[in-house]
C-alpha cells in the first residue's frame, strides 16, 4: 500500500514537471520569453547611458584655445594702448573746449562702447587700466552725432604676433590661463608678454574675469 502512495507521488510530480516544461517550450516557441532579453535590455540600458553621457558632453563642452585667443587679443588691445580707447579712428585730431579729441569712426555713443567691451571683459577688469580706463566717462564726449576721445597717446604700441595659450586649470564655467601675445618693436625685435587670465561663462558669454601681469 505505501508502495503505491510513493508511486502516486512520484507520477504527479513527473506530471507536474512535465506541464512546466510544456509551458516554457510554449512560450520560447511563441517568443514570449527569450534567452536574449536580457541581453537586449542591457543594450537598451547602454543606449540610455551613451546617450546622457553626450548630453553631457554639449552641456559641459568648454570653451576652445581659439576662442580665449580672440577674447584676449581684444582684451590686450584694450589694456595695452597707451591712450584712452576709442575703437577704429582716424585719429583726426580736433580740438573741443580746450582739450585735444579725436572722434571714433566705430561708435556714435559712450554706452556703445563700453558695451562692446563688455562682450569681452568684466566691468571690474575694463575699470582696472591704469590710467584712462574707459569706465571714467570723463574721458569721452557726445557731440554732433559722434563720440570723442580724448587725445591722452603716450609711448608706442608695438606689433601684435602670435598669441599663445597654456590653459593650467578648467571647469565647466571657469578657465584659468597663461595668454602669451608676440611683439614686435621698430627694430623687429620680437618680445613676449605673459598675462594671466581667469574667464568665466557668465549667462551664457565668456568673459574675461581677472587679467594679472
Known sequence: MENQKNNKGVIALLIVIIVILSTLCILFATGTIS?????????????????????????????????????FEVAYNYYE??????????????????KDRYAST???NYDALLNSLKKYMSVEVISGKTPWAATTKEYYLEQDGKLYCEETYKGYMYGHGNIEVEITSQTENKVICVATMELTDPSENKTYDKVNLVLENIDGNWIITSYKK
Open 81 to 98: 594702448l597707451p591712450t584712452v580707447y576709442c575703437g577704429k579712428s582716424d585719429h583726426t585730431i580736433v580740438n573741443i573746449y580746450g
Open 106 to 108: 566705430e561708435f556714435t
Open 35 to 71: 534567452f536574449n532579453s536580457n541581453k537586449a535590455n542591457d543594450d537598451e540600458i547602454n543606449e540610455n547611458i551613451n546617450d546622457t553621457n553626450d548630453d553631457n558632453n554639449v552641456q559641459t563642452s568648454n570653451i576652445k584655445v581659439e576662442d580665449i585667443k580672440e577674447i
